[in-house]
């Protein structure tokens, strides 16, 4: 599971992928859920009328055992692997859910994936408004980054919940803003 974090999770794709039936996948991901490893987070959908997908996206809630179950032992063997960019958007959902968390009031967390590939990595639903995130393990960000966060904000633009502007959360070092609805935000901006 540590090699599927911060994607969405089919369970009949994952029983065959690992030679068991979809019933057993379901209670192994259960029994990580149960022992506080595993966390999903539901597809947002407010209007059933739009094109978009319905699996949870999962996250391994310690990305340091992740590592030790990929085999990735420093951090520079970190810098090329393949899961970088899903162990990179691991650390910071987990990072924002122990900040929820930690708050007075109560916020559910969203991901959202248009049938053609646009995504929105986290959205926090509070006070009866909706807060998208993009996260990106890139140093440099353009307008085409936002490409999601553009689309989420037209998908629920006549939806009676406001979407609030976006954040890409990303590698760089300084805050920007990117259009007049999204802001750059450098990771340990939150982190710290």
Same mark, same amino acid.
């Given at each position: 599971?540590? &090699? ?5 999770? $089919? ?17 192994? =991901?259960? *029994? ?8 999903? =987070?539901? !597809?947002?959908?407010? $209007? ?6 319905? $699996? ?8 340091? *055992? ?5 085999? /990735? +032992? ?18 910071? !959902? $987990? ?28 959205? /926090? ?11 990106? =393990?890139? +140093?440099?960000?353009?307008?085409? @980054? ?11 633009? +006549? ?9 890409? =959360? ?8 990117? @259009? ?8 340990? &901006?939150?982190?710290?």
């Amino acid at each position: 599971m540590a &090699a599927l974090t911060a994607q969405e999770i $089919n369970y009949t794709q994952l029983g065959r992928e690992i030679a068991v039936t979809e019933p057993t996948a379901k209670r192994w =991901i259960a *029994l990580l859920k149960q022992s506080f490893q595993w966390r999903d =987070i539901p !597809a947002f959908d407010q $209007n059933s009328t739009k094109r978009v997908t319905q $699996n949870q996206k999962g996250y391994f809630t310690d990305t340091g *055992l992740a590592c030790y179950l990929q085999q /990735i +032992s420093t951090p520079t063997a970190l810098q090329t692997h393949p899961l970088r960019g899903a162990l990179f958007e691991t650390y910071i !959902a $987990n990072t924002i859910e122990a900040l929820l968390q930690s708050m007075p009031f109560e916020a559910k967390l969203y991901h959202w994936r248009s049938k053609s590939g646009a995504k929105v990595d986290l959205i /926090i639903a509070l006070d009866g408004k909706l807060y998208p995130i993009v996260i990106k =393990i890139q +140093s440099r960000l353009s307008k085409h @980054d936002a490409r999601g966060l553009r689309t989420f904000r037209q998908a629920y633009a +006549s939806s009676t919940t406001p979407v609030m502007p976006g954040i890409i =959360i990303y590698t760089g070092r300084t805050c920007f803003r990117i @259009d007049e609805h999204t802001l750059a935000l450098p990771w340990n &901006a939150i982190t710290h």
